[in-house]
């Protein structure tokens, strides 16, 4: 096991206990594999899948809805109105999980968004 995790001709997996010819294919397997919560864009390992998403949210422009990471704000805030109209208020930039979230929230109160 100590000759897998430290020459540089493996790539391996300690939680799955498997070998990968070239890192990017141990790389590839972090990021599909259902059983690690690893951001690709960091490179970084986390504990479960509520610390990825909470880091996604922190640190990328990602529609968490649609699983898509965005260039910028810009980008991310042109999808939500594009893609997610109903749950999205363009006043103070927030997608809701439901519409009914988004009247009771904005519509007459925070934002007095007029909601079609």
Sequence with gaps: MQHLNQSSSHNYCDNCDRDF???????????NSPRHDYCKICDEHFDDSDDLDRHMDDRHWWCRDCNTIFSGDEELQDHFRESHANRYCEICETLFGSESRLRSVCLGFRCDTPVS
């Excluded at 010819?21 to 990021?31: E, F, I, M, N, P």
């Design 21 to 31: 010819t070239t890192y990017s294919g141990l790389v590839q397997h972090y990021a």
